[in-house]
């Protein structure tokens, strides 16, 4: 799906839970909505920086980002819009929104240590081979969690501990990766 109808979806669970199974959780809905304001905060105050986009504006071959999340994610709220704002900057990228926990269940081939963390994002070709994926976090953040999590350290406190990483480095490190990643090819 657009990045569009990712949003209308996600606006449609916070209005109508009841039309969302998973959502009827209250967890889940508390999640979704706190998600919602992240994301909003994200898109209006989040621009790559002018580095990436003149990397970014140097791709001349066709590319498909494909991101697999979930409104749910608290990464995602930081990262969807984030790539959705990167992926903008170039018309040779079309972005694709697929979700975890639907058909046809993408996230089954982009498994992360057996896991189906999230979000993930698959680069393609204009032939549909990858040519990157990235994901589920920046790996500063991603060291940063192994590590409160292997100290034991309480879930709610590591997720806290994440948010501010997030509002710190402002999608700097997320950059960064997909530069280098996209280099490479």
Same mark, same amino acid.
Not at 5 to 16: G, T, V
Not at 66 to 79: K, L, R
Not at 119 to 145: H, K, M, S, T, Y
């Given at each position: 799906?657009?990045?569009?109808?990712?949003?209308?979806?996600?606006?449609?669970?916070?209005?109508?839970?009841?039309?969302?199974?998973?959502?009827?959780?209250?967890?889940?809905?508390?999640?979704?909505?706190?998600?919602?304001?992240?994301?909003?905060?994200?898109?209006?105050?989040?621009? &790559?920086?002018?580095?990436?986009?003149? !990397?970014?504006?140097?791709?001349? @071959?066709?590319?498909?980002?494909?991101? /697999?999340? #979930?409104?749910?994610?608290?990464?995602?709220?930081?990262?969807?819009?984030?790539?959705?704002?990167?992926?903008?900057?170039?018309?040779?990228?079309?972005?694709?929104?697929?979700?975890?926990?639907?058909?046809?269940?993408?996230?089954?081939?982009?498994?992360?240590?057996?896991?189906?963390?999230?979000?993930?994002?698959?680069?393609?070709?204009?032939?549909?081979?990858?040519?990157?994926?990235?994901?589920?976090? &920046?790996?500063?953040?991603?060291?940063? !969690?192994?590590?409160?999590?292997? @100290?034991?350290?309480?879930?709610?406190? /590591?997720? #806290?501990?994440?948010?501010?990483?997030?509002?710190?480095?402002?999608?700097?490190?997320?950059?960064?990766?997909?530069?280098?990643?996209?280099?490479?090819?």
């Amino acid at each position: 799906m657009t990045f569009e109808k990712y949003l209308q979806q996600f606006e449609d669970i916070l209005n109508h839970p009841e039309n969302h199974p998973t959502y009827q959780d209250e967890e889940y809905y508390q999640y979704t909505k706190m998600n919602w304001t992240r994301m909003g905060r994200w898109l209006k105050r989040f621009e &790559p920086t002018l580095a990436f986009e003149q !990397f970014v504006g140097s791709i001349t @071959q066709k590319q498909q980002w494909i991101i /697999i999340t #979930e409104p749910w994610c608290g990464d995602a709220a930081h990262s969807v819009p984030m790539l959705a704002k990167m992926a903008s900057k170039n018309s040779n990228i079309s972005l694709d929104i697929q979700l975890r926990d639907s058909a046809p269940f993408l996230i089954d081939s982009y498994l992360t240590n057996g896991g189906k963390s999230i979000p993930i994002l698959v680069i393609r070709n204009e032939a549909g081979e990858d040519l990157a994926v990235w994901g589920p976090r &920046p790996q500063a953040c991603q060291q940063l !969690f192994l590590n409160m999590k292997e @100290q034991g350290i309480d879930f709610s406190e /590591i997720k #806290e501990e994440i948010q501010k990483w997030y509002n710190t480095d402002k999608g700097v490190e997320i950059q960064k990766e997909i530069q280098a990643l996209l280099e490479i090819k």
